[in-house]
């Protein structure tokens, strides 16, 4: 018999094993002097996987090489976005101690990524030291490392903010590498015919090369017909409004719009389809856009009262539909897709359904960008060109075991590339019949609406539903209770507070300063503001004899 000490470490090396021996033999690295790319991504598991067989396979085919892929995931596009900072930084303090001979401070550390900062047209004065210009410019000049190659995947308003932060980069120091340099390779793939510079009123490129788009991505409503069925809801949820139904307290999933990228996204679509709706009807724009932007907010409070939680994760919202843990969410396309694939019958139905409100959503684009100090700019530069050639494009929506598809599940994402929408690739995609150019025809997003009010979205939606929920939830089912009393839901959605004039002004404003001391003790007024408000809502529909007002 084997002493315990023996089977206990076999049973040590076979947990550290089997992973290897079990991952597919296209995916597996035979060198020990393989190549590492290092990636940081928000992307699930399945899209990672995917695209690590997929281009290990394309780079030992095609280029005789070994490499692997090293992914770096703190979480959504927010924690990557801290994790970066963190990096550059750590990384620039010791790049100024060293060239200057003094400690990087608060100052310093505040102005090296500060994108409003010009240094090339920046003069000193009170307000902004040289030194803090001359931070800029170095941490620009530089070729400083966050010790990772690529950023890939997120939303633009993400891949925007660290562009201008100066993290990421259209080549490399050698200018070799890197999306700038892809674009003078392959200028025929940046074409109006392949991959446009916009759709939609999205932009799918930076400007100056920053990022790149490399899938398409619309929002919409993921729901579960069973739980439907349970709860006597016949009409599916088919428009944002929906949503807002007393039919549907406690049965919403959302996640917490300052840790999830692709939800604030979904919830600024609610935003610019009313102000559309507003101007449609003969308001003036100036009109609509503060009229749309109230209305929106209404209806954004009474979401949130719906909902069961604020998520941390984007992700566990379509998981949970799917278990019946929650009716319908808001989602982005691709993970609906997933979980409708995911939980198809034998007869190809699911429970498990996505739509995208008509009118309701605009077609944004999914990046890719090389970060500033790569440490392996060649292969990243290789991996960005992967996944824009006809070649990768194929991961993103050919059906499982079809030739240069996905392996082990289906992706279901719309391609950024126009001419992959051909005849020949139809029969082999996942969804043939969508193209999200036809779709994006139907919506037009303005950036001049709600684009400089991105960030005071987050915000204002963590104060006033987040950060109070059980308080709104409690006044929300209170008015539910009394038959929806009109006082009561005249105090539970007065959004006076968080009018689109505050968000543009004193809100933004405050956001842009980056003082973190004024945005706790704002977060702290309008939560407190907002838990008062709940209550008195909450007190009035009590107070209310039961009648059904609306």
């Not at 892929?69 to 976005?81: H, L, N, V, Y």
């Amino acid at each position: 018999m084997l002493p315990r000490i023996t089977i206990v470490l076999a049973l040590l090396v076979a947990i550290l094993v089997a992973p290897f021996l079990l991952r597919p033999d296209d995916a597996s690295v035979t060198s020990p002097e393989a190549e590492r790319l290092i990636i940081i991504s928000p992307h699930n598991e399945s899209i990672r996987s995917e695209f690590e067989r997929a281009f290990v396979r394309h780079m030992r085919e095609d280029f005789d090489r070994e490499v692997w892929i090293d992914w770096r995931q703190p979480g959504g596009t927010s924690e990557i976005a801290r994790y970066l900072k963190s990096e550059y930084a750590n990384a620039f303090a010791n790049l100024w101690s060293r060239e200057t001979g003094k400690a990087a401070d608060s100052l310093i550390l505040n102005a090296f990524a500060n994108d409003k900062i010009d240094p090339e047209s920046a003069t000193p004065s009170d307000k902004l030291p040289a030194e803090a210009i001359e931070a800029r410019r170095m941490f620009l000049e530089s070729d400083l490392s966050s010790g990772i190659d690529l950023f890939f995947g997120g939303g633009a308003y993400d891949f925007s903010k660290q562009a201008g932060a100066g993290a990421l980069v259209a080549t490399d120091a050698s200018g070799e590498f890197g999306p700038g340099a892809l674009a003078e390779e392959h200028p025929d793939w940046f074409s109006e015919e392949v991959m446009p510079a916009s759709a939609s009123g999205e932009p799918f490129r930076d400007s100056e090369w920053r990022w790149v788009g490399t899938v398409l991505s619309a929002f919409g409503i993921v729901y579960n017909r069973d739980s439907l069925e349970r709860l006597g809801i016949e009409k599916t949820p088919d428009s944002w409004a929906d949503l807002t139904e007393p039919r549907y307290f406690g049965q919403v999933a959302l996640a917490d719009p300052t840790k999830s990228g692709s939800v604030t996204k979904a919830i600024e679509m609610i935003f610019q389809q009313q102000m559309r709706a507003a101007l449609d009807s003969g308001v003036p724009e100036g009109e609509a856009i503060r009229s749309g932007w109230n209305r929106a907010m209404q209806m954004m409070l009474k979401i949130s009262a719906n909902s069961r939680y604020f998520t941390d994760q984007a992700s566990k919202i379509p998981h949970d539909v799917a278990q019946g843990d929650a009716t319908a969410g808001l989602c982005i396309d691709f993970y609906g897709r997933t979980f409708n694939e995911l939980h198809r019958d034998e007869d190809g139905d699911s429970r498990v359904q996505f739509v995208m409100p008509v009118g309701g959503t605009s077609i944004g684009a999914d990046p890719i960008g090389l970060l500033r100090g790569a440490p392996n700019p060649e292969l990243a530069h290789r991996f960005l060109e992967f996944v824009l050639s006809p070649k990768g494009q194929k991961i993103w929506n050919y059906r499982v075991g079809e030739p240069g598809g996905p392996t082990r599940i289906a992706l279901r994402r719309p391609p950024i590339r126009k001419d992959f929408y051909s005849a020949e690739n139809r029969p082999h995609m996942s969804d043939p019949d969508s193209n999200p150019y036809v779709i994006a025809r139907d919506f037009t997003y303005e950036d001049s609406w709600t684009g400089a009010t991105f960030g005071a979205l987050r915000f204002i939606i963590r104060c006033a539903c987040v950060d109070t929920h059980h308080e709104q939830r409690d006044a929300w089912e209170a008015i539910i209770e009394a038959g929806m009393p009109v006082e009561a839901l005249e105090a539970f959605a007065d959004v006076s507070a968080i009018d689109y004039d505050q968000a543009i002004g004193p809100i933004s404003d405050t956001l842009r300063a980056r003082n973190k001391l004024q945005e706790v003790e704002l977060a702290r007024e309008l939560a407190a503001h907002f838990r008062a408000q709940y209550k008195k809502a909450e007190k009035l529909a009590h107070q209310s004899p039961l009648i059904t007002s609306h």
